[in-house]
């Protein structure tokens, strides 16, 4: 149980289109999704916390209308990469979690973004 | 100062030796702890929680000391599959929030 997908894993881009990344809870509820991004050897950074049918909270440095987030129902929260460039080059990352257990959260696979 | 501080390591360490990470957290507010486990270029997984008496899961055992705001992981007889990022994390009271540590690199030789 507890298994989160993403799509895609993996994605190559031109520099100011946008990228759409999906994060789906496959068998349980997601009170609550988390989109990280992380840079190579570097630790997982929280971008945004996001609940079903409200806005999405986002981090200190985030910009919100380049990082879209939606959360349209318990199993599907998504993130789009808008006017993407090359530093946005990433792995991101999304997580949920099912309210259970406080502080544990299930991850995705992971995209991998490459904005050329 | 980072609220949640690890060695980076690398760690070379040869098969069935026993290995230790350390990692000090900064938010004394902080509520839960885990270790997670990240293979190169795939998603963290949680490897235990962490509890203040201490845990033990097989050949991993896990100590929380809250007033040094420290916690450690102990890996006995390790395995060539042991090999990865040990990813120190911690919860703060009062939200599902998690924050990650930069990681400990292992690499188990043969």
């Known amino acids: 149980g507890a298994v989160v997908s993403q799509h895609p894993s993996r994605v190559i881009c031109k520099s100011g289109t946008s990228v759409k990344i999906e994060c789906r809870s496959l068998?349980?509820?997601?009170?609550?999704m988390f989109w990280y991004r992380q840079f190579p050897k570097k630790s997982l950074m929280l971008m945004a916390t996001?609940?079903?049918?409200?806005?999405?909270?986002?981090e200190q440095g985030v910009e919100k209308d380049k990082f879209l987030i939606n959360h349209a129902s318990l199993t599907l929260s998504t993130l789009t990469v808008t006017s993407a460039h090359p530093e946005d080059s990433s792995f991101y990352i999304c997580?949920?979690?099912?309210?259970?257990?406080?502080?544990?959260?299930?991850f995705g696979p992971g995209t991998r973004l490459t904005v050329l | 100062r980072k609220e949640v501080e690890q060695d980076p390591g690398p760690f070379n360490v040869p098969e069935g030796a026993t290995v230790a990470f350390n990692c000090t957290y900064s938010?004394?507010?902080?509520?839960?702890f885990f270790w997670y486990r990240q293979d190169c270029r795939k998603e963290p997984k949680l490897l235990m929680s962490?509890?203040?008496s201490g845990n033990e899961d097989g050949r991993f055992t896990a100590q929380l000391n809250r007033a040094s705001q420290y916690i450690s992981l102990l890996i006995r007889d390790s395995k060539l599959s042991d090999s990865a990022t040990y990813l120190c994390?911690?919860?703060?009271?009062?939200?599902?929030?998690?924050?990650f540590g930069t990681g400990t690199r292992l690499t188990i030789i043969p």
């Open positions: 962490v509890y203040s």
């Open positions: 068998d349980f509820q997601a009170t609550t």
């Open positions: 997580s949920a979690t099912s309210g259970r257990l406080v502080g544990e959260q299930f």
């Open positions: 938010n004394s507010a902080s509520q839960s």
């Open positions: 994390v911690v919860n703060n009271f009062g939200n599902e929030k998690l924050t």
């Open positions: 996001s609940n079903e049918g409200s806005k999405a909270t986002y």
